[in-house]
Each structure stands twice: as C-alpha cells, then as structure tokens.
Antibody, heavy 122, light 108 residues
Framework: EVQLVESGGVVVQPGGSLRLSCAAS????????MHWVRQVPGKGLEWVSL????????KYADSVKGRFTLSRDNSKNSLYLQMNSLRIEDTAFYYC???????????????WGQGTLVTVSS | EIVLTQSPATLSLSPGERATLSCRAS??????LAWYQQKPGQAPRLLIY???YRATGIPARFSGSGSGTDFTLTISSLEPEDFAVYYC??????????FGQGTKLEIK
C-alpha cells in the first residue's frame, strides 16, 4: 500500500524558513516524480513543485520560485521542501503527492499524503 | 496561463441520480485533463486522467469525456459517498499546471 506522510508544518513568522518532509513507502520511490501541492483551508488546489525520480530536475510554480527548494533522498525514500522568505499567502495545507507515471513526468497525482499545515503569521 | 472554469459551483442532487460536472479550459488542453474528488478533511483522490481513463480502483459509475476545451465528469448513479468537492486539473502547459475552482456536489 502506498503511503505518504508529511511532517514539519508549524506556525512561522513572515520572512521565516521551514522545511517540510515527506516519508514514502509502499512503492519504488526512486522510480517516480514527486510533487507538492498546497491548499489554503477551504479554498482550491495549487501545484507548487516537482522533482524527477532521479532528483536531476526540479520545477516550481511562479509563486514560490526562488524561495522554495525541493530535494529528495532516494536512499531514505524521503522528499524535502525547503521554504524560505515565507509570506502570509504561503499559509496552506501542503500535500506530498506521487506522480502517476513511472520514470516519466505525467503531472497527475495518484497518491497523496494527509497534508501538513503551514501557517505564516506574526 | 490556462484557466479552468468549473460549473456549476454547487450541484444539489439525490442518491441514485446522475451527476454531470463541467470543466472548460480557456484554450485547448488536448486530452490532458484529470478529475479529483475531495471529501472534508481528506486529501484529493485521482478519479480520471487523460480526460477519460479511470484511475486504479475507481468505480465504473465515474466516467470522463471531452477534449480540447470542454470536459465532463459523469457519475451515473450517485452513491452517498460521492458527495464531495470535485476538481479538474490540466497538464497541457506543464509545468504550469492549473486546477479548476471546484464543484461542490451536495445532497439535495
């Protein structure tokens, strides 16, 4: 069974930094592109970032480019989102999500974690 | 940027009825469209990808159709567990993926 477990969400002040983690199990982690998708409570979904299965390529939404960095450790089946220069508008649930396609970038999300809440507030 | 517009915003139906949800793209996305279901307090669940392919484990009462700019998610006969929010998502101009604003399917 595929499991994705996010952690690291806390309350942080504007301008602060935070690192989210996602622990994966139940599939061959290093065969799949991984994503972060966020959702303001009660609002819609926004794709944030992806990293290819081999860690060689990353992509970011314009809203986080230059502030967020996505990385992975395939030896630990883990994904990390380093979030710097946080803004109030970054407040959201952050979901780790697995790409549908093996060794490709399909940008469809077939498994999701339960989410971790990041609150940016003074 | 491709904008996805979902309609209606809210759909009120009874169990056993047929549900038809619409997603319109501001420009063609080919068949690169997915549908997700989200229940309160839960993560989204992939239902349909590439406009018409059911994801693993998705019941046959869910079907997707369309191409270009107009897409439809149909639930043939609503079960109580189907009442949720539904989002469409396009991957045509990857990596700038976008989601629709959602349709809330509520019990009448």
């Amino acid at each position: 069974e595929v499991q994705l477990v996010e952690s690291g969400g806390v309350v942080v002040q504007p301008g602060g930094s935070l690192r989210l983690s996602c622990a994966a199990s139940g599939f061959t982690f290093d065969d799949y592109t991984m994503h972060w998708v966020r959702q303001v409570p009660g609002k819609g979904l926004e794709w944030v970032s992806l990293i290819t299965w081999d860690g060689r390529n990353t992509k970011y939404a314009d809203s986080v480019k230059g502030r967020f960095t996505l990385s992975r450790d395939n030896s630990k089946n883990s994904l990390y989102l380093q979030m710097n220069s946080l803004r109030i508008e970054d407040t959201a649930f952050y979901y780790c999500a697995k790409d549908l396609a093996r060794l490709e970038v399909a940008t469809y999300f077939d498994h999701w974690g339960q989410g971790t809440l990041v609150t940016v507030s003074s | 940027e491709i904008v996805l517009t979902q309609s209606p915003a809210t759909l009120s139906l009874s169990p056993g009825e047929r549900a038809t949800l619409s997603c319109r793209a501001s420009q063609s996305v080919g068949s690169y469209l997915a549908w997700y279901q989200q229940k309160p307090g839960q993560a989204p669940r992939l239902l349909i990808y590439d406009a018409s392919y059911r994801a693993t484990g998705i019941p046959a009462r869910f079907s997707g159709s369309g191409s270009g700019t107009d897409f439809t998610l149909t639930i043939s006969s609503l079960e109580p567990e189907d009442f949720a929010v539904y989002y469409c998502q396009q991957r045509s101009n990857w990596p700038r993926d976008t989601f629709g604003q959602g349709t809330k399917l509520e019990i009448k």
